[in-house]
């Protein structure tokens, strides 16, 4: 199973979920994590998000900003976004339904937060980063017992 988290730059959101998620599956699953736009592109994650992380136990630190490519959707089992203009902008990117059906919003599978987003927490503080990496947490969580009950 692959699976592929995406935010509007890579550098925040997306980033803490590809770590949050590589913890939580075992070695056999393949995370990863894109951005619709290029803007950040080959940049390491957010020094809040790094540290947000590392204070979960989660180490960010190495991964790189990359936007998201026409072979993801071939590439990827399932494509979560964060946010709905994320989506709208990730759907927009698809060529047949078959690679429309990988996508969907992360937090569409939390009970009490579906179809809510993720907020970006780039213009906040780390009160913010925190606040999105228990959600991501959560969400994490959500996608992993719907894989369960799917397989």
């Known amino acids: 199973m692959k699976i592929l988290m995406v935010c509007l730059g890579n550098i925040c959101r997306s980033p803490l979920a590809e770590g949050i998620m590589k913890t939580k599956l075992p070695e056999n699953f393949f995370v990863d994590s894109a951005g619709t736009i290029s803007m950040h592109?080959?940049?390491h994650p957010d020094k809040r998000a790094v540290k947000t992380?590392?204070?979960h136990g989660v180490d960010i630190s190495r991964q790189k900003?990359?936007?998201i490519v026409s072979s993801d959707?071939?590439?990827f089992d399932k494509i979560y976004c964060m946010d709905h203009r994320v989506y709208e902008d990730v759907i927009s990117k698809t060529k047949n339904d078959e690679q429309r059906q990988k996508i969907s919003l992360f937090l569409e599978n939390v009970a009490d937060r579906k179809n809510s987003e993720v907020?970006?927490?780039y213009w906040g503080d780390m009160n913010?980063?925190?606040n999105v990496?228990?959600?991501l947490d959560k969400g994490c969580d959500a996608i992993l017992n719907q894989l369960k009950t799917n397989n």
């Open 41 to 43: 592109e080959g940049e």
């Open 53 to 55: 992380a590392e204070n």
């Open 65 to 67: 900003s990359r936007p």
């Open 73 to 75: 959707f071939e590439t």
């Open 119 to 121: 907020p970006d927490p």
């Open 128 to 130: 913010d980063f925190e």
């Open 133 to 135: 990496f228990q959600l």
